[in-house]
């Protein structure tokens, strides 16, 4: 081991493939996964325990691709669970873990391991998901792909909640809840209220300018 216990001339790196739902995140990362594993790379998956809407110990899409996968409650437990001779480590729905993720994949990074996380970078009203702007920010290479907008079929990049009143950023469900939306068709809930209190702030700024 080298300073901070990297891997003499191994070098880790950390991918992110980030984007609203039903824009195939999963499916990305199953491939990136398969390729890997051609390669006869060791590879280890792991899934939030939360996220069981189609299987407890697999990761699936929603076209019906999956792999097995280690389901764990919080972030710390992927570092105590990673074998030392993986050199591919793929996490999904990493948006349901705490902040403490992103210590876990630097980590994991600079032990020379290939670190590939899937999640939804916004929740439903439009803000970063949990940990999703820190792993952005520390991410090597970031993949931004795109749904299909369910009202007028232009590219989603938008995660619509069909009851806006369920108000719980973490709310887990299918079509049953949501829908892949683009920005004009977006309807966050609560976006009038915004924009109002916005204005509000901003005249206030500009008399306490005039003021001084």
Known sequence: MGLFGTMPGISGSIEVVC???FSGKTEELIRRVKRAQIARQKVQIFKPAIDNRYHETEVVSHSSISTPATPV????EILQKVFDSTR???I???????????????KLARRGVRVIMAGLDQDFKG????????????ADSVDKIHA?????GAPATKTF???????????VGETDLYEARCRSHADFFGEDQDQLAFFVNLNDSRSKTQNL
């Open 127 to 138: 803000l970063p998901f949990g940990p999703m702007a820190s792993l952005l920010a520390i």
């Open 92 to 106: 999904d729905e990493v948006q349901f873990f705490d902040e403490s993720i992103s210590i876990v994949v630097e």
């Open 88 to 90: 591919v480590v793929a």
């Open 161 to 171: 909640r069909k009851n806006p009143k369920e108000s719980a950023q973490v709310l």
């Open 73 to 76: 409650n919080s972030a710390v």
């Open 148 to 152: 299909i907008c369910t009202v007028c």
């Open 19 to 21: 984007g609203p739902m």
